[in-house]
Nanobody, 127 residues
Framework: QVQLVESGGGLVQAGGSLRLSCAAS????????MAWFRQAPGKEREFVAA????????SYADSVKGRFTISRDSAKNTVYLQMHSLKPEDTAIYYC????????????????????WGQGTQVTVSS
């Protein structure tokens, strides 16, 4: 059974940092793009960052560029999101996802390209 488990969320003051992790189990995802999305209360789930299957390409939402860094450790089947200079508007539940197609790099922000999701981890940034 495939599971994605996010961790590392919490409460932080504006300007602070957090590092999220998403550990996958049940199968290996080294051939798949992995990504982070987030959903704030009353809003739709939105793309945050993605890293392609061989870690050559990363993509970021404009709102997080220069502040967030996505990385992966394929040996550990884990993807990370390092977040710096956090703002109150970053408050959301953060989800990791895995794209449907192996060895595919693209369409990172399309939710329908992802077929595995974790349960999410809450990030709250206080002002």
């Amino acid at each position: 059974q495939v599971q994605l488990v996010e961790s590392g969320g919490g409460l932080v003051q504006a300007g602070g940092s957090l590092r999220l992790s998403c550990a996958a189990s049940g199968r290996t995802f080294s051939s798949y793009t992995m990504a982070w999305f987030r959903q704030a209360p009353g809003k739709e789930r939105e793309f945050v960052a993605a890293i392609n299957w061989n870690s050559v390409t990363t993509s970021y939402a404009d709102s997080v560029k220069g502040r967030f860094t996505i990385s992966r450790d394929s040996a550990k089947n884990t993807v990370y999101l390092q977040m710096h200079s956090l703002k109150p508007e970053d408050t959301a539940i953060y989800y990791c996802g895995v794209q449907k197609r192996a060895y595919f790099s693209g369409r990172y922000s399309r939710i329908d390209e992802y077929n595995y999701w974790g349960q999410g981890t809450q990030v709250t940034v206080s002002s």
